[in-house]
Nanobody, 123 residues
Framework: QLQLVESGGGLVQPGGSLRLSCAAS????????IGWFRQAPGKEREGVLC????????NYRDSVKGRFTISRDNVKKAVYLQMNSLKPEDTAVYYC????????????????WGQGTQVTVSS
């Protein structure tokens, strides 16, 4: 059974960095695209970044360009979201999910959602 587990969230000051991890089990990560999504309080969940099975990335959110990067390690069965220059508006629960391709980031195309990890950016 496909399972994804996020970790690495926490409280960080504005301008700080965090690296989130998405650990996969129950399937061969190599064949899947993995997307990172986030949901801020009172807002709908939105796509952030996605990495294809071949390692190419798709950015779903202009606000994170130049600050967030996505990478994968198929040997370790993990996908990472490196977040730099964090801003208070990045505060959200961050989720990872799997799909065949990144596409347009439609959440209906993604499955095996993790439980999420809280990121809070505050001074």
């Amino acid at each position: 059974q496909l399972q994804l587990v996020e970790s690495g969230g926490g409280l960080v000051q504005p301008g700080g960095s965090l690296r989130l991890s998405c650990a996969a089990s129950g399937f061969t990560l190599d064949y899947y695209a993995i997307g990172w999504f986030r949901q801020a309080p009172g807002k709908e969940r939105e796509g952030v970044l996605c990495i294809s099975s071949g390692g190419g990335s798709t950015n779903y959110r202009d606000s994170v360009k130049g600050r967030f990067t996505i990478s994968r390690d198929n040997v370790k069965k993990a996908v990472y979201l490196q977040m730099n220059s964090l801003k208070p508006e990045d505060t959200a629960v961050y989720y990872c999910a799997a799909a065949r391709i990144c596409g347009a980031g439609l959440q209906a195309d993604f499955g095996s959602w993790g439980q999420g990890t809280q990121v809070t950016v505050s001074s």
